[in-house]
Structure formats: structure tokens, C-alpha cells
């Protein structure tokens, strides 16, 4: 069936790239809002034990697990642009419940249930709006067009932390109020300003039939399941920095919550105003070692966040921890989308975002407990914290200095391991 969605130009196609990076701000703002002073909320307000805190990161990431990949399929079948908005509008919907189970004074299970569905919720817009961006930049473009998504991502965190600071000494059942509006500022914003996209042979995307189920994606494509085993050590470390660092930072450094929110307003300005050129930069080297280098130098901040005793010091560790995101985290995405074959890339950004997920939820409840464990001793403590990291470090750049983007499934079709024209209209050229 052929497509009546008219083909789109070159400044279409940037403009709508903007727009996307406007809405990944609001969505982001949503959660960076309340998900910092989450833990503190539970721990030092409401008095629960640190150890069982650590028990909401994995069953968010529970949920992560089933609406990541279940979201990604959604975008194939369907179209990006439908699942884009739907996903956030239900989203708002379960934080505003949280907030009243917040006022009410709802037990831990409760409360707990409340952001299971909230994470559920939240993969929807994430996994298709990272498809809708890959279909619509060429493969030479995406890394420095993820990092203008990652801008607005980081607007959104160098906002939202200081709102939540300052709401932090209002009923905490605030914050998820917020949370539900801007959700619904994303919505909106998607509805009115995202249109469907056309693809390379005319066909919507909710025409194309699926070729592969996961299982067979697993099965086949050999280098994607080394890759995503890769960013999951990477991503069990780099969770650290919304969990383990607020408490470490205020219990043992011992700085204030309002300081912390700047330290988190810190990482947003400096990705804000150094992330496209750096990867303007750095776009023609080696995307495996450029996401290798970037695991390394997580290492090392991490390192110094242990012998940090003061506020400067974490805003040193915090500069460095930055240029480790900067160099890694929007290329990850950027490798997934030239990976994916152009009908599966709802799917291959659905695991993705699937392992991403799961290292951002285990990784945080590790924490918790080594931090139980090991508070008393911050260099051993960040030491174990930023292993996974190291080793993530060391498969990337044995991938990128060995050239092993080669290493084929039995069936090459299956598996976009060099590059290829993203699916959209031929006459759109480069947009960046």
C-alpha cells in the first residue's frame, strides 16, 4: 500500500529534528523532577531503610523489561508518531495517581505498584521517538543528530533537578503533579508538530509486516547481542549518578539537597553547551571507540567522586563524569539505529532501550546495597561501582581497534552492520 504522506525536504526534516529535541526536553523535565529525591523522599522522610528503597529500581526496571520491547514493537506495527503521544499522555495518568498516594500517605507496595506502571508507561515515548529520529536522518548524521536529542534531554535534567530542589520542601505529592503536566505538554507537543513519516519505498511504517520476532533477533544477529551486552555493563554504572550519588552526596560528603540540584543543573549546562560541537568533532572517527574512551573516563569520575570531601570537588568529578556522557551515551543510540535493519528499528531501539532500562533499575539497587556496605569506605565503594563500567570501556575499544563491525548473523540481511540510507524519501538529503 502506498503512502499518502508527502515526501519531506531537507529544512523539513531539521525542523522537525528540533522538535523532536524540544519534546525529549519536556519529557525528560517530567522525571527529572521527582526521580532524584526519590530515594531521599522514601529514606529520609518517610523513614524506610535504605536497603529497601533499593528495591523500587529493579521493579521499575521489571518494567522497563516488558514495555521497552513491547513499545518497540508498537512503533513498527503501528507508526512512531502514534505511540509517541499515547504513551505519554497514559504516563501522566499514573503520576498524577501517584501523587495522591503520595498525599494519602500510601505504603511502600503501593506506592511502588504507582511506579511500575509509571516506567511501563515511560518506554513509550523514548524507543519510538528514537525510531521516528533514525528514520528520519541519514546514518552519517545521527550521532551529532542524537546529540542534539541528548540537549534537549539535558535541558530537560539541568531544569528539572532545580525544580525539584525547590519543591522538595512542599508536599512531596507536588512534584508528581509536575511530572503528569509536562507529560502532557509532550503529548501535545508530538500531536501537533510530529507528523508520520514517509519511508523510502512509500510505505508507512504500519504497513510493514514483521520479518523477525526478538527471539530470532537474539538468535541471528550475533554483534547487536554483543553490543547490547556491552552497553548494559555500561549502563549499570553510569546509573549511579541519579541514585547512589544523591545519597552518597548528602549523607556522606554532606552537602545540601539544593546543592545537589545544581550539581545536576551542572551536567545539563555543560552537555547543553559542548555536546554537538564535541561530536561535530568527533564524527568521522570510530563510533566503538569514541563510546570505549568515553566508559574509561566514567572510571575515572567515578574514582574521584569517592575521594571527593566537598562540594568542589564533586562539581569536578561532575565535569569530567559529563564529558564521559558526551562522548558515549548518544553514540550508543546513534549505533543502534545504524544497526537495525529499516522495517525493525522500533524493535532493535526497543531492546535497546530494554537493556538500558535494566541496567538503570539493577544498577541503582546494587548500589543501595553496596552502599549499606561500603559508605564508610567511598574510594572501594565507587571503586566496585564503576567496575562494569571499566569492562564495558575495554569491549568497545577492543571492538573499535579490532574492527569487528564484520562479524555477521548467518543471513546479512538480517543485521545492518555497515551503513545504509536511514528509510526516507530519496530527494531528503543530508540535514546536518
Known sequence: MKSNIPAIDNQTARKRLNILSITFAFNTLAGSIVFPFLPIYLHSIRGIPMSTVGLIF?????????????????????????????GPVLRSLSHFSLALMVATNS?????????????????????????????????????????????????????????????????????????????LLTALTVYRMCPELPLDNGDSTRDRAPKLTFG??????????????????????VSQFVSTLSIYATKIVGISKSQLGLLYTLNGAIVIVSLIYLNKKLQNNNIF??????????????LGFGASINW??????????????????????????????????????GLYGLVQGIGWSLGPFLGSQLFEVYAGRPVLLWAML???????????????????????????????????????????????
Open 289 to 302: 571507540l569514541r563510546i570505549g574512551l568515553g566508559a574509561i573516563i566514567y572510571v575515572l569520575a567515578f
Open 216 to 237: 530470532e533477533i537474539f538468535k541471528q544477529d550475533r554483534f547487536f547481542l554483543l553490543f547490547l551486552s556491552l552497553c548494559f555493563l555500561l549502563f549499570l554504572s
Open 107 to 183: 505504603s511502600f507496595v503501593v506506592i511502588t505498584i504507582g511506579l511500575f506502571f509509571a516506567f511501563f508507561l515511560g518506554t513509550f515515548f523514548q524507543n519510538s521517538a528514537n525510531a521516528y529520529a533514525t528514520d528520519l536522518i541519514h546514518v552519517d548524521d545521527r550521532t551529532v543528530a542524537f546529540s542534539k536529542i541528548r540537549v534537549g534531554l539535558n535541558i530537560g535534567w539541568m531544569i528539572g533537578p532545580a525544580i525539584g530542589a525547590f519543591l522538595a520542601r512542599t508536599p512531596f505529592a507536588l512534584l508528581f503533579m509536575m511530572t503528569g503536566s509536562f507529560c
Open 386 to 432: 564503576s567496575f562494569s563500567a571499566l569492562m564495558a570501556g575495554i569491549g568497545f575499544l577492543w571492538i573499535g581497534f579490532n574492527k569487528l563491525t564484520n562479524w555477521r548473523p548467518s543471513n546479512p540481511d538480517q543485521c545492518m552492520v555497515e551503513k545504509k540510507l536511514p528509510q526516507r524519501h530519496p530527494d531528503t538529503k543530508r540535514s546536518l
Open 58 to 86: 529493579p521493579v521499575m526496571g521489571l518494567a522497563t523489561i516488558i514495555g521497552a520491547p513491547f513499545s518497540g514493537y508498537l512503533a513498527d506495527r503501528f507508526g512512531r508518531r502514534i505511540v509517541m503521544y499515547i
Open 312 to 349: 568542589t570537588h564533586l562539581i569536578l568529578c561532575i565535569v569530567l563524569m559529563t564529558l564521559a556522557e558526551m562522548m558515549s551515551i548518544p553514540a550508543t543510540t546513534a549505533a543502534t539505529g545504524s544497526l537495525a535493519p529499516p522495517d525493525r528499528v522500533g524493535r532493535y531501539m
